[in-house]
C-alpha cells in the first residue's frame, strides 16, 4: 500500500500545468468547491488566458501539496517496511523520519500562500477573517488535541529507556522525537499564518475565489496534522513492542502503553478519515451572510456579493 502512496505522490508532485485540460479541471473544481467558471463556447475562461493560467497554477498547487504529503509517507513506510531494520541502520532511521517529515512541511509549504491576506489592490480591508472562519473550533481543537498528545512520546521513550526493560539505543529516536515536533510545528505555523487576515476588498471577486482556496488548504493541512499525529503514535507503539526490549518478559505498563499508543493512532487516523468526507462549507455563512445556501456563484461575471 505505503508503495502505491509513493507512487501516486510522485506523480501528484510532477504533474505539469495542464492547459490543454484547463475546462475539465476548472469546471470540476469549481462544480466540487464552487465557485462556478464561466467558459466561452468554445471552453476557454471568460476572464482570459493568463487568468486562467494563474487558476490553474493554483488547482495544481494545492493538488501537488497533496502529492508531497503521500510521496513523503509513502517513502518513509516503505523505508521502514523494506529497509534494513532502524535499529540497525541510523542511515535508514533518518531517512525515514526525514521522509515523513518533509512531506509534512512540504504539504504546509505548498499551502501557505492561501493562509495569508489576500491583498491585489488598494482598497477596503476585511477584517472579519479568521481560521474558525473556515475550519470551525472542533476541527481546530482535534488539531490541538493530536498536537498536544504526541509530545508525551519523547517523554515516555526518555523515561523507558532509563529502566531495565529497554535498551535506548535501539529506540527510533529520528522518528520518535522529529514527528511529534513537525506536528506540533505544523499546527502553530498554521495558527501564526492565520492570524491577521486582512484581505482587501477591492476585487470582490477574487476575495471569494481565495476563501474557497484557504478553506480548502485548511482543511487539508487538518488532516495532515492528524495523520501526522497518527503516524506518530504508530511508530510509539511499534517501539513499545519492538527490539529495544532487553527481554522476553514484558512489563505490564508497556502492554497498557502499546494498547493506548494503538488506540490514539486509530483515533486520530480515523477522525481524519471522517473529516476528509466532510464538504459542508463553512466560509460562506460566516463571511459571505448574502449569499443563500442554494446560491451559485459564477465567477468571471460580476455576480459575487459584498463580503461581511
Known amino acids: 500500500m505505503f508503495v502505491v502512496f509513493t507512487g501516486l505522490g510522485a506523480f501528484l508532485l510532477a504533474q505539469p500545468v495542464p492547459r490543454q485540460r484547463a475546462f475539465a479541471l476548472l469546471n470540476g473544481f469549481g462544480k466540487r468547491l464552487g465557485p462556478q467558471f464561466v467558459f466561452t463556447a468554445d471552453g476557454k475562461l471568460t476572464s482570459g488566458p493568463e487568468v486562467e493560467y494563474l487558476l490553474l497554477t493554483l488547482v495544481m498547487r494545492q493538488t501537488r501539496a497533496s502529492g508531497a504529503f503521500l510521496l513523503g509517507v509513502g517513502l518513509s513506510w516503505s523505508l521502514v517496511i523494506y529497509g534494513p531494520p532502524l535499529s540497525q541502520s541510523n542511515l535508514t532511521s533518518a531517512l525515514a523520519a526525514g521522509c515523513a517529515a518533509s512531506g509534512i512541511i512540504g504539504a504546509y509549504l505548498l499551502q501557505r500562500p492561501f493562509l495569508t491576506a489576500c491583498s491585489p489592490a488598494a482598497g477596503a480591508v476585511r477584517t472579519s477573517a479568521r481560521i474558525d472562519s473556515y475550519i470551525g473550533p472542533l476541527r481546530r481543537a482535534l488539531c490541538w488535541a493530536a498536537a498536544a498528545s504526541v509530545l508525551a512520546i519523547p517523554v515516555l521513550f526518555a523515561l523507558a529507556s532509563t529502566t531495565d526493560a529497554y535498551d535506548g539505543s535501539l529506540f527510533y529516536w529520528e522518528g520518535l522525537v522529529l514527528l511529534p515536533l513537525v506536528t506540533v510545528g505544523t499546527v502553530v505555523a498554521i495558527e501564526v499564518s492565520s492570524r491577521r487576515l486582512r484581505d482587501s476588498t477591492a476585487d470582490v471577486g477574487l476575495v471569494y475565489l481565495w476563501d474557497v482556496f484557504r478553506e480548502r488548504a485548511l482543511r487539508m493541512l487538518t488532516l495532515v496534522v492528524l495523520y501526522a499525529a497518527a503516524m506518530s503514535w504508530t511508530i510509539a507503539r ?71
Request: proline share 7%; glycine share 8%.
Open 238 to 308: 511499534d517501539g513499545l513492542v519492538g527490539v529495544a526490549q532487553t527481554s522476553a518478559h514484558r512489563p505490564d505498563w508497556v502492554n497498557t502503553a502499546a494498547n493506548a499508543a494503538d488506540g490514539l493512532a486509530l483515533l486520530f487516523a480515523g477522525t481524519a478519515l471522517v473529516l476528509s468526507f466532510v464538504r459542508v462549507s463553512r466560509f460562506r455563512q460566516q463571511l459571505w451572510p448574502d449569499l443563500a445556501p442554494t446560491d451559485i456563484v459564477r465567477w468571471g461575471v460580476g455576480v459575487v456579493p459584498r463580503p461581511n
